[in-house]
């Protein structure tokens, strides 16, 4: 390996320290639904953000907080020294992509049928540090 190429594996690395992520795979909600919530809560502070998803009435609110309390869990994991209140972690990033759509006929009148597509999403989350953020 390259002199430049290790130095820029070690900054990367060095980067992806103070940052934890967690995925959410083939959530059998709709992409469109998941964004409502998902734009609520990009940006803040992960005490606010478990509040907002907390209280939210909607069914995807509950599978973000799960993903967002799996995120803390990890970065937990990785920076054992560190205390999460000194920290300051907020959400860097969270995304929601389109998963894989099961397709179903629905009987319609005069011998017709309708497409149904049940659609799934992918969820990053991405937690940041406010104390660390080179990146």
Do not use: Y
Request: aromatic share 2%.
């Amino acid at each position: 390996m390259g002199v430049r190429k290790r130095e820029r594996a070690e900054q990367i690395k060095e980067a992806k320290k103070h940052v934890a992520f967690a995925k959410l795979n083939n959530c059998p909600t709709s992409p469109r639904k998941m964004r409502l919530v998902a734009d609520l809560v990009r940006g803040e502070g992960v005490e606010k953000a478990l509040q907002i998803l907390k209280f939210n009435s909607k069914e995807a609110s509950r599978r973000l907080e799960k993903l967002l309390l799996s995120a803390i869990a990890n970065w937990q994991v990785k920076n054992e020294d560190e205390s999460l209140e000194d920290a300051g972690l907020f959400i860097k990033e969270i995304r929601v992509d389109g998963g894989s759509m099961l397709k179903r006929l629905r009987p319609a009148p005069q011998g017709r049928a309708h497409r149904i597509r049940k659609r799934s999403n992918h969820v990053t989350l991405v937690l940041g540090s406010k104390n660390n953020t080179q990146s």
